[in-house]
């Protein structure tokens, strides 16, 4: 099949056969950075703006490389650094973005629905990097890329997530891809972090993090943010570690070949022990590689590039 | 023109509960005589037949913007939306700047809509100065000046034992307090409401428990003050459950629902069009079945449009981050008629109850129903005319709708103020 979408804003909206390629794509571009010299001209004098609304360094730089690896011209664009700071609207950024000639922009924002914004202002293609508490689909894809590598298929598992659902645009992409690709999803969080009618996703609300950890292929930890302590939605860090740390002693209730993972940056000692972060069943640090593998997949997909080896 | 004969139209009555044939002659804004076959006489006659003839409809909840905001709106351009709407009232919430928490702002108001002399303008008073929640306004001066009712709306009064005080104060003046419910701290941080909807989309949610808990304490309040309690904009389940419940022990409290939350669900906030934004948000399937229900058993008393204008670069924005709210003069009544009447949840009577004389009655304004001697404002309904929703033809400033491009069927078509014609489409005046 070929790629039709102008945009990517979230896996909700692709189908089993895009995930696939993507997937596929993806195999293909990590193949290249295996190569000594990491660099195609695929797509030569294409340029992909990096707009980044909010502090990232593993995902704006993964894009980065990817665009480079790809021969694109790629901008980088914070915040704080750029016209933003004097008031200027998403939607005039946008359109000043993509008449520099802008191909691809990248968009991490704070605010959920941003990059639709952006999507609808201009004609080039937009990559969602995150958009407040709704969607990752980059993360998601590298998640997905690393457990079928892992697995050899994706169909039958079961992959647990662990943490603040509310908050967290990482699971909401992870529960639509793992789904559409035939897996099952469990969820298990403090009920304060868990949001209403998630279920409708096809996700399956645990009570216990046992109960979620009970013979499952994959166990996605999520980062807790201190934050939240703050605002009320649980008492401390010693009882959230408590309920749902990821220990040693839980992971033996998952299966044996589990694979864990964590979408970074990882709270060492609550979230995830150290001994589980660092023991043999994480691939916390392949996730990262397989990062830029889809990102270039996407990049080379949205912006129409040519063969890959050119 | 002083006098004009609607001649043929079938008359609604909404206190006899029946709908018949007969013309009506207005003369010197008011009605002189009503009946089948009245002779013209030299007065201009409006051909009406296959019109439904109302009393005027009365729009309780309306944001006119005026003094303060004349960006969004102006007094001129919400009387226009309003007559073009087949409203012949309105009644104005008092969230201006300057807040209408004195008689100045309220004279104000009165004086520029009797000088435009389009639709008849009833501004509402503040409960507390600046809205802010802690004093009492001076509210029998509101009343004299021609406050209609006391609300702080969109800026719900937090305490309860300022509201109480508020409520015996009115109470005493003889004025109704309209109700906002909305408990901020729920609310906090919220753009639509909390359900699947904004767990999918990852906007913070607003529980229906947030306007539920403030229903409850008005209700309250009301049954201990003895103040007459009008809850605006009502939207969930829950808060149907407990005003039907107050009515049924006669609790001085009444009720309003909105066209957008009798007909949208929070489905229509997917894509992050920001006219969906509102407050109360667009909420469940369940909830608005349990409005439409409430409104077929006479739990919910008035639809009102809780019309409010914003300008396109407040809304060309981030969801979180464009204001609440949407226009709704000039769909309210198409919409009623389509979705309500034209799907039997309302017979015209009882659409006509909830649009003209149940707000005349709760604020005690004139109109409600055609009598002799009474005031001509009236609002002809042709049922079988259709048209797209087209924001750019609207009259008001405001374009933010989420109904762009939906087909009605039932829409006003003239609209009949003092007895002048103020708005009219496809409908012949012969002199």
Redesign the interface.
């Known amino acids: 099949m070929k790629w039709k979408r102008k945009d990517l804003l979230g896996l909700?909206d692709l189908s089993a056969e895009e995930i696939a390629l993507v997937l596929d794509t993806a195999a293909s571009m990590k193949e290249i950075l295996s190569r000594p010299i990491k660099k195609v001209p695929a797509l030569r004098g294409r340029v992909v703006a990096n707009v980044f609304y909010e502090p990232s360094t593993r995902t704006r730089v993964s894009f980065e490389l990817a665009a480079k690896y790809l021969s694109a011209e790629s901008v980088s664009i914070t915040a704080s650094a750029s016209s933003v700071v004097k008031g200027e609207?998403?939607?005039d950024t946008a359109l000043t973005l993509a008449a520099m000639g802008a191909d691809v922009v990248v968009l991490r924002?704070p605010?959920?629905?941003?990059p639709?914004?952006v999507a609808r202002t201009v004609r080039c293609a937009v990559i969602n990097a995150g958009?407040?508490?709704?969607?990752h689909p980059t993360q998601a894809l590298l998640d997905l890329f690393t457990v079928r590598e892992k697995k050899g298929t994706l169909a039958g598992l079961t992959v647990a997530i662990i943490g603040d659902i509310l908050h967290s645009?990482v699971a909401?992409s992870n529960i639509w891809g793992f789904t559409k690709m035939g897996a099952r999803v469990r969820l298990c969080g403090p009920a304060t972090m868990m949001?209403?009618?998630?279920?409708?996703?096809g996700a399956r609300v645990c009570a216990t993090v046992e109960e979620a950890l009970e013979g499952a292929d994959v166990v996605m930890a999520l980062r807790i943010q201190k934050e939240r302590q703050q605002e009320g939605l649980f008492p401390s860090l010693r009882e959230y570690t408590g309920l749902f740390g990821l220990t040693r002693e839980r992971l033996a209730l998952a299966r044996p070949d589990a694979l864990v993972m964590h979408p970074g940056p990882m709270n060492r000692g609550v979230e995830i022990s150290a001994a589980v972060a660092d023991g043999p069943r994480a691939v916390i640090t392949e996730q990262v590689t397989n990062g830029v593998a889809v990102r270039m997949a996407l990049l080379y997909l949205l912006a129409g590039g040519g063969a890959v080896d050119g | 023109m002083d006098r004009l004969l609607l001649k043929g139209g079938r008359v609604v009555d909404p206190v006899e509960k029946k709908i018949w044939t007969a013309d009506v002659l207005i003369d010197g804004g008011r009605i002189a005589a009503l009946g089948p076959d009245l002779e013209p006489a030299g007065a201009a006659v409006m051909d009406v037949r296959g019109k439904l003839v109302c009393p005027g409809f009365i729009d309780m909840h309306v944001h006119l913007r005026e003094p303060g905001y004349e960006a969004k709106e102006t007094i001129e351009t919400g009387s226009r939306a309003a007559a073009r709407g087949g409203f012949t009232a309105v009644v104005c919430m008092p969230n201006t700047d300057p807040v209408a928490d004195n008689k100045a702002v309220i004279a104000y108001i009165k004086a520029r809509a009797e000088q435009l002399g389009l639709v008849r303008v009833y501004p509402v008073g503040a409960i507390t100065r600046g809205s802010r929640g802690e004093e009492l306004t001076e509210m029998a001066a509101l009343k004299e000046a021609g406050a209609v009712a006391l609300s702080d709306d969109g800026r719900p009064v937090s305490s309860a034992s300022v509201m109480r005080r508020a409520m015996l104060y009115a109470r005493m003046v003889g004025l109704p307090i309209i109700s906002h419910c909305e408990d901020t701290s729920l609310s906090a941080g919220g753009v639509m409401h909390e359900g699947y909807m904004s767990t999918i989309l990852g906007l913070p949610g607003i529980p229906a428990a947030a306007e539920e808990v403030m229903v409850a304490r008005e209700i309250i309040l009301a049954e201990h003050t003895g103040c007459r309690v009008h809850i605006a904009h009502v939207s969930t389940a829950g808060s149907v459950r407990l005003i039907r419940e107050a009515k049924s022990r006669g609790v001085p409290v009444t009720a309003e629902a909105t066209p957008h939350h009798l007909t949208l669900t929070h489905r229509a906030v997917a894509g992050y069009d920001t006219s969906t934004k509102v407050n109360p948000p667009l909420r469940s399937e369940e909830d608005v079945q349990a409005l439409r229900e409430a409104l077929a058993d006479g739990t919910i008393d008035v639809i009102a449009t809780d019309h409010a204008p914003h300008t396109p670069e407040e809304k060309e924005v981030e969801y979180q981050l464009a204001p609440f709210g949407v226009v709704g003069l000039e769909t309210a009544v198409g919409l009623v008629w389509t979705e309500l009447v034209g799907t039997g949840i309302l017979s015209p009577v009882e659409a006509v109850c909830k649009l003209s004389l149940n707000p005349a009655r709760i604020l005690g304004l004139p109109g409600g129903v055609i009598r002799v001697g009474g005031e001509a404002d009236i609002t002809v309904i042709d049922p079988h005319a259709e048209e797209v929703v087209d924001p750019s033809a609207f009259a008001s400033k405001g374009r933010n709708t989420p109904f762009a491009g939906r087909r009605l069927r039932g829409l006003p078509v003239a609209t009949i103020v003092r007895g002048r014609v103020v708005f009219s489409r496809g409908l012949a005046v012969v002199a």
């Not at chain 1, 949001?195 to 996703?201: L, N």
């Open positions: 909700q609207s998403l939607k924002h605010l959920a629905g941003a639709h914004l958009d407040g508490f709704h969607e645009r909401r949001p209403p009618g998630i279920e409708v996703t």
